[in-house]
């Protein structure tokens, strides 16, 4: 049985949420976002979820894995696991951006990071490398007194 977990904010402005959760069969774990209050109230979680809460501590067989909807740099076992969130979308406009970019097991789990549909873990961190990458490049290039384009960037 496929197991999904939701890393927040699954609806948002979402007048019907019930004919959209039918259609994602599989074990379903919801960790609460800040825009999962909108609708949450109006189903019956149990029907749908097997848990919902605002942390998780997992394991996928071969990492540990720690799930909060909101970015954390700290979490339990930081040294030997993963930190998955959600919250912060694809947006490169933070100032501890530096920050998750130095470490490889903070992984952004947002639908806009992964294609708009659910990912493997292992397809998780190949997203992120290539978005943070692709964020350096670009980073990098701007300050580069040639224009991006130029270089074949």
């Known amino acids: 049985m496929i197991r999904y977990i939701i890393v927040g904010d699954m609806f948002f ?34 029907k749908y979820f ?50 998750i970019t130095q470490r490889g097991n903070i992984l952004n789990a947002g639908i806009d990071m992964n294609g708009f549909k659910p990912v493997t873990f292992e397809e998780l961190r190949e997203n992120n490398r290539m978005f943070y990458r692709k964020g350096r490049e670009s980073q990098s290039c701007r300050t580069e007194k040639q224009s991006c384009g130029r270089q074949g960037w």
């Open 13 to 46: 402005r979402c007048a019907d949420s019930e004919p959209i959760m039918n259609r994602l069969h599989g074990r379903k774990h919801l960790i609460a976002g800040n825009h999962d209050c909108s609708w949450i109230h109006r189903v019956d979680t149990g």
């Open 50 to 99: 097997k848990s919902v809460s605002h942390i998780l501590e997992t394991s996928d067989g071969a990492h540990a894995i720690t799930l909060c909807h909101y970015l954390m740099l700290t979490w339990n076992h930081q040294r030997k696991s993963y930190m998955i969130h959600g919250h912060i979308h694809n947006n490169t406009d933070f100032d501890f951006r530096p920050l």
